[in-house]
């Protein structure tokens, strides 16, 4: 496979935003995500999650919960024949209430922790990864990994977010935009 991957945030960009989503039950697909993956993929890109999840941390939901909205969002891609290659999650957060998780990382957007654990674990060139998600903090850690580009997506939080300190980062609606602009670019045909 590749050594390329599309590094992607969970909640306002993969899937609706539900603040400290738990219930598998609420989980749906964000607007385009289908067609977007299947673009990546038939570029040749890997499909990572990279997903600050400090309801862990702050007590809202647990493990369990969590990993029960990851099998969720892996049976609705399966509905249109797609799977992530990886989830990767940062459960801290230092206003937390569980020890264990209460305490500064180097994995927690802003920072490229998580990016940089799956550029080991599947021997990925950063040069050639992206990162697209709904927050400013997510185009930073991507950044600060070395990805080549990233895009902010103004679904989620997005709409909110200033990318006025990201003059190359693509600004588009939604996640196929982005995908669309992002291939775009690396094509030459913009």
Request: charged share 25%; net charge negative.
């Amino acid at each position: 496979m590749s050594a390329k991957a599309c590094f992607l945030d969970r909640d306002g960009t993969l899937i609706e935003e539900r603040n400290y989503l738990s219930d598998p039950a609420l989980v749906a697909l964000a607007p385009g995500v289908p067609e977007a993956l299947r673009l990546l993929r038939t570029a040749g890109y890997r499909l990572i999650v990279i997903s600050n999840q400090s309801g862990i941390a702050r007590g809202f939901f647990t493990e369990d919960q969590l990993k029960s909205v990851e099998r969720r969002v892996g049976e609705l891609l399966a509905e249109y024949g797609l799977s992530l290659d990886a989830n990767y999650y940062c459960f801290h957060h230092e206003k937390g209430i569980l020890p264990e998780y209460s305490h500064p990382c180097d994995c927690r957007k802003p920072r490229p922790g998580m990016l940089l654990r799956a550029i080991r674990d599947f021997s990925l060139d950063p040069a050639q990864c992206l990162m697209i998600g709904d927050k400013v903090s997510d185009l930073q850690a991507g950044y600060a990994a070395g990805c080549r580009a990233a895009a902010l997506v103004r679904s989620g939080h997005g709409a909110e977010q200033d990318l006025s300190g990201f003059p190359g980062a693509v600004d588009a609606p939604d996640i196929l935009t982005a995908v669309r602009m992002l291939l775009s670019r690396e094509t030459g045909h913009e």
